[in-house]
């Protein structure tokens, strides 16, 4: 049986390992700064000093989005780009939308 793509389904990324790993430890690292500010909160931590542990993993969540939009531009939307799909400029306004509520 063949699997039919709908909307996004089957859509995937086209990252080198390298692109893999580095996201990978970021996101790891992310995911204990995480921990480390529901710990600072059930210690009852002076909540300035949990305010900029949120600021900082803010900013290593920014840095993950900017990887992935730099590799979504040259390798995704190029390669759509080329084959002619310009919807992928309608979906790269919603992205850049996404980002900038931030």
Do not use: W
Not at 28 to 38: A, F, L, P, S, V
Not at 72 to 90: I, N
């Amino acid at each position: 049986m063949v699997e039919e793509c709908t909307n996004h389904s089957c859509r995937k990324s086209h990252h080198p390992d390298s692109v893999k790993k580095d996201l990978t430890t970021r996101l790891n690292r992310i995911e204990g700064q995480i921990r480390g500010i529901k710990g600072m909160v059930e210690k009852d931590v002076y909540c300035d000093d949990i305010i900029t542990q949120l600021s900082a993993t803010q900013s290593a969540l920014n840095s993950v989005a900017k990887v992935l939009l730099d590799g979504h531009l040259k390798g995704c939307v190029k390669e759509r780009l080329a084959d002619g799909d310009e919807t992928v400029l309608d979906e790269l306004v919603t992205t850049f939308q996404k980002l900038m509520r931030k």
